[in-house]
């Protein structure tokens, strides 16, 4: 079942910050966040196991509930090279196939402006 | 390293052709993973194989179907297109076994446009 990602879509200027969340109605084994340039792949971020551990990435972090089944995305002193379309993945762990699936949100276009 | 590779880049076809697209993973990698991208859906899982097996697979029609060889390299074919199938459809590979959870690696995909 597909993740739902708030907001769609996010204008920022240069030095703000922003969130971005993912949400579930499964159990979660794990959350995976990508970035995707215009014209090019998604490159990963970083991947949370339950747990509620938060990560950190230079300027950015995420934190994963698990009791919400919910992910933040945490953008601060955003850049322009921040631009793009942020994606979540959320990783169910099918025991009768005894393997992991994840399932990705449709995607937060961010956009940052000098 | 080499990265994920996928061929053709661009392909053009018509309705009701077929259409076979490959993925050449990251060297060790064993899970290769197929998605459909399209503007406002974001990735839609198509199907996912592990050691030449499918383990999982999304909602598509059958004339989805792929499969994987021993060298872990990976083939997508789409049998009786349709113009909806126009899609950049994306390969990823990863360290996943079945009990540990990896990042995926992305290629750079292969834009299928149907005429």
């Known amino acids: 079942q597909q993740p739902v990602q708030s907001p769609q879509a996010v204008i920022l200027r240069e030095g703000e910050d922003a969130v971005i969340n993912c949400s579930s109605s499964k159990a979660l084994y794990s959350v995976h966040w990508y970035r995707q340039k215009h014209g090019e792949a998604p490159v990963f971020l970083m991947i949370?196991?339950?747990?509620?551990e938060q990560k950190g990435h230079e300027k950015i972090s995420a934190s994963f509930n698990e009791k919400k089944q919910q992910s933040s995305l945490y953008l601060t002193a955003s850049q322009l090279s921040y631009s793009g379309t942020y994606f979540c993945g959320t990783e169910i762990f099918y025991s009768g196939a005894g393997s992991y699936q994840l399932t990705f949100g449709k995607g937060t276009k961010l956009s940052v402006i000098p | 390293k080499a990265g994920v590779t996928q061929t053709p880049r661009y392909l053009i076809k018509t309705r009701g052709q077929q259409v076979t697209l490959s993925c050449s993973p990251i060297?060790?990698?064993?899970?290769v993973s197929w998605y459909q991208q399209t503007p406002g859906q974001g990735l839609q899982f198509l199907f996912e194989?592990?050691?030449?097996?499918?383990?999982n697979k999304g909602n598509f029609p059958g004339r989805f179907s792929g499969r994987q060889f021993s060298n872990s390299r990976s083939e997508m074919n789409v049998s009786t297109l349709e113009l909806g199938d126009s899609a950049l459809y994306l390969c990823?590979?990863?360290?996943?076994?079945?009990?540990?959870?990896?990042?995926?690696?992305f290629g750079p995909g292969t834009r299928l446009t149907v005429t």
């Open positions: 949370l196991l339950k747990g509620g």
């Open positions: 194989y592990f050691s030449e097996t499918q383990r």
């Open positions: 060297s060790g990698h064993r899970s």
């Open positions: 990823a590979s990863s360290l996943a076994t079945r009990t540990v959870s990896y990042e995926q690696y």
